[in-house]
Each structure stands twice: as structure tokens, then as C-alpha cells.
């Protein structure tokens, strides 16, 4: 079954909407209001967003962190920006980009985008 998320995106290029255009925010906001009311459980169940239904290695994703035991830890990222490994018994193994500093951050997308650090 295709994805709430993959069928505006078919959606939009069926309309022939150039991708992120005024044109394109101006459909999906169009689109999303024309669902009415959307309950978020039943969105974020969405098979769009569930790391084990599809590859993910390679591709980075930002989401809602609300860990199990947070009383226990001393800090964590509520909105992790990370680039997927591999997907892990209920889940995935993931680079979180927030815990790098600014520069390193910058200095790594750097060489992942000139191809200086190798696929697996």
C-alpha cells in the first residue's frame, strides 16, 4: 500500500509541479487542507516513515525523539537530523549529525558530497 507521503508526491507529479517551487508549497498546502482532519497517530504509522519497510541506508531523515528511559539520560536530540546506516532489531543504527560541531558537521557533508569518504 502506497504512503500518504508517496501518493501527494505521485500526486504532485502527475500535476506536473515543479519540486520545491512556490508552485509545489502552494499544492501540498492545498492538498493537505483538502484531508481535513488528520489524526497525527495515524500519520506518523504511515509506512513512509517506518525505517524497516523500505531501504534506508544512506538517506537522512529528521523525526520526533522521545526516548523510553529520558530520565536516565543526561541530555538528548528531540529532533535528530541523521543519515541512516542500517536498519537494527526495532529500528535503525544512524549518524546523528547534531552531536557533530558545526565545523566538523560541515567538513563531513563536505567530503560525503565530493565522494572523499567511500560507499559501503
Do not use: C
Not at 506536473?16 to 488528520?38: A, H, I, M, Y
Not at 497525527?40 to 526516548?67: C, H, V, W
Not at 541512516?84 to 567538513?107: D, S, T
Request: glycine share 8%; proline share 8%.
Amino acid at each position: 500500500m502506497a504512503s500518504l507521503f508517496d501518493t501527494l508526491q505521485a500526486g504532485a507529479q502527475r500535476a506536473g509541479v515543479s519540486p520545491r517551487t512556490k508552485e509545489s508549497k502552494n499544492w501540498f498546502r492545498k492538498k493537505v487542507n483538502e484531508l481535513g482532519d488528520v489524526k497525527p497517530q495515524k500519520l506518523l504509522k504511515d509506512d513512509a516513515l517506518d525505517p524497516t519497510s523500505r531501504e534506508i541506508a544512506g538517506n537522512m531523515y529528521m523525526y520526533f525523539y522521545d526516548p523510553k528511559h529520558k530520565k536516565t539520560l543526561p541530555y538528548y536530540d528531540r529532533f535528530p537530523l541523521t543519515i541512516m546506516i542500517e536498519p537494527a532489531p526495532g529500528g535503525f543504527y544512524g549518524l546523528n549529525l547534531h552531536y557533530l560541531a558545526p565545523g566538523v558537521r560541515a567538513k563531513f557533508l563536505d567530503s560525503l558530497v565530493l565522494g572523499l569518504i567511500p560507499a559501503r
